[in-house]
């Protein structure tokens, strides 16, 4: 099935999948997924991910982690659109309740956190925020 928005998409699945209280979710891969699964790994939001080459496309398996039966992601909203996208400076990145999350960015040198993309003073695509 094509999707016009695949990362809205990423970010439904793994939503629905905590609010029903799944372990797993299986998502269908793609560079930019990759990278998105592996800033959340690396924020340790998620437990660990791999990638499965077996179809024409491949698929990734996130394992979500879980604190006392309640998850560690909170929220995910998407912030740039297809029709709206949301560009920003350095300077004028967001914060994300108050720093306690992320806002990932997409620059020319690749995703990144709101963090990162501050230090190394580079501006780009909101693409979401993650609590």
Request: with cysteine; net charge positive.
């Amino acid at each position: 099935m094509a999707h016009s928005d695949p990362i809205a998409d990423y970010l439904t699945r793994i939503r629905n999948a905590v609010k029903a209280g799944h372990r797993h979710v299986e998502i269908p891969a793609s560079n930019m997924k990759k990278a998105l699964s592996s800033i959340l790994l690396s924020k340790k939001l998620i437990n660990d991910f791999t990638v499965v080459e077996n179809s024409k496309q491949g698929i990734i398996k996130i394992n979500l982690r879980y604190n006392n039966n309640l998850s560690v992601i909170r929220g995910l909203r998407k912030i740039s659109l297809p029709g709206i996208r949301q560009y920003r400076g350095h300077d004028d990145l967001p914060r994300v309740q108050n720093g306690l999350g992320i806002a990932i960015i997409s620059t020319s040198k690749g995703l990144m956190t709101d963090k990162q993309a501050r230090a190394e003073k580079v501006g780009g695509e909101v693409v979401c925020y993650v609590w």
